[in-house]
């Protein structure tokens, strides 16, 4: 235990704050690293760019183009990464062995090396059926398309999902995460709005239906306020998976890029926690839109993380990242993006909460505001510092000596 350390230590616990039991909590908190970074959402299907209004800019070399490789990229990202980890897949990043496999065709033998991958590396795995880049997208329509082969083309799709992740769940013992995010909308004013709205309805009715092991699956679906080429429309709009997830019992998924830039996320999570076990959450930092850039240690992150542990809700809210950014090194972004999410949990599980909720309570606002502020300059660095070097990984900016070696070795190489 370094000096430094000790004398935090005595600070925040002059506040009331037990430093040694939000670095216990926190390195017990599983945080789903999402793949896609590693290349820029390409996955292994041989396939052009992202469609779905979705996009990562940027033609940084070095670029992960086989599984093995996105594997050894994200060791070197995850070995610079304190805290618990999963690992978020999708669809799209199945190991056929060159077989070309239609994503209604997916089975459990094709994940079989993600398995393997995290069983040696004790990770649980998460799901994303992919309803992008794809020729069954029919006039920027998936689940909610007019044509019922393309629905059924993408309700196959969700079961072989469903199936893969349910084998996840048995295989690694922890459950997997299905994350339901469809890209569909429309560019200009619908005329009819309900319409694809109930198709898509039905299309999760019928996708809920089969039976998987609650053991192994959680269930969550994704909402979103627009994308690029569809501004007039989304089909699947806050309000519809909201109201779905609570009738069906299912998970709902905020994703912080989904929604209009002065709106506070943060300040949702409260009121689904009221009427849901569980709350996923895609953790993103939009700049102007839902641009994906690599998350910052920013007031909006920090806020979102305070909140899950003002709300006691550690157990409760499901934790991932997802961003792309293609302009810079993807195994630093990767290590960026996940170092602020656990800077943000430590920042926020060092805040005394419950006597801050009891000068609100007792109308001490005064008290409150002083109070509030004078933790943002508390020694948080030397707590975190303390965190890394029990996680055996780099307190400070040391770690892209790692970036630095593994671009030379292996990234310039390719
Ligand atoms: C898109 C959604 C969705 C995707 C991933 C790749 O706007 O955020 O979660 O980013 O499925
Ligand atoms: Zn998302």
Redesign the pocket.
């Known amino acids: 235990m370094s000096e430094r350390y000790a004398y935090a230590q005595q600070q925040y616990q002059a506040i009331g704050v037990d430093t040694e039991q939000a670095i216990e909590k926190l390195s017990r908190l599983p945080v789903s690293i999402h793949c ?1 970074q590693g290349d820029d ?1 390409t996955g292994f299907e041989n396939r052009g760019g992202t469609s779905g209004g ?1 996009l990562a800019t940027g033609n940084f070399p070095g670029r992960a183009t086989t599984p093995e490789q996105l594997m050894q990229d994200l060791d070197t990202a995850f070995s610079l990464i304190p805290g618990k980890k999963r690992l978020n897949l ?1 669809a799209v990043y199945a190991v056929t062995g060159g077989k070309k496999v239609d994503r209604d065709q997916l089975l459990p033998e094709h994940f079989e090396a993600w398995v393997e991958y995290a069983k040696a590396r004790g990770l649980g795995l998460d799901m ?1 059926p992919t309803y992008f880049s794809h020729e069954k997208v029919k006039d920027g329509l998936t689940l909610s398309s007019p044509d019922p082969e393309v629905r059924r083309f993408w309700i196959d799709h969700t079961k072989a999902c469903r199936k893969i992740a349910e084998y996840f769940g048995k295989e690694l013992g922890t459950p997997s995460l299905v ?1 339901v ?1 469809i890209p569909d909308g429309l560019k200009d004013v619908p005329a009819d709005r309900m319409g694809p709205r109930k198709r898509l309805k039905e299309s999760l009715d019928e996708i809920y239906a089969q039976k998987v092991d609650p053991h192994c699956v959680i269930d969550c679906m ?1 909402a ?1 306020l627009f ?1 690029i080429g569809v501004e007039s429309y989304t089909v699947g709009s806050h309000e519809f998976y909201m109201n779905y997830a609570a009738k069906n019992d299912l998970v709902y998924l905020i ?1 912080n ?2 929604f209009h830039p002065t709106e506070s996320c943060a300040d949702k999570l409260s009121s689904l926690l009221l009427f849901s076990d569980k709350v996923a959450l ?1 953790l993103t930092r939009g700049v102007r839109w ?1 641009s ?1 850039h690599v998350i910052a240690l920013d007031d909006s992150l920090k806020e979102m993380c305070r909140e899950i542990v003002a709300c006691d809700a550690l157990d409760r809210v499901i934790i991932g990242s ?1 961003y792309f950014d293609a302009s810079i090194n993807r195994v630093a972004a990767w290590v960026i993006g996940a170092r602020n999410i656990q800077k943000a949990l430590l920042y926020a599980l060092l805040i005394p909460h419950a006597s801050l909720a009891a000068l609100q309570d007792e109308g001490r606002f005064t008290e409150l505001l002083a109070m509030q502020e004078e933790i943002k300059t508390f020694p948080f660095t030397d707590v975190w510092a303390e965190y890394c070097r029990r996680m055996k990984v780099p307190a400070g900016p040391d770690w892209m000596k790692t970036i630095h070696a593994y671009t030379e070795e292996v990234l310039s190489q390719r």
Do not use: A, Q, T
């Open positions: 896609w959402l979705i999708h994303n994350d995010w994704e979103k994308g994703d890029g989904h895609h839902d994906d997802d």
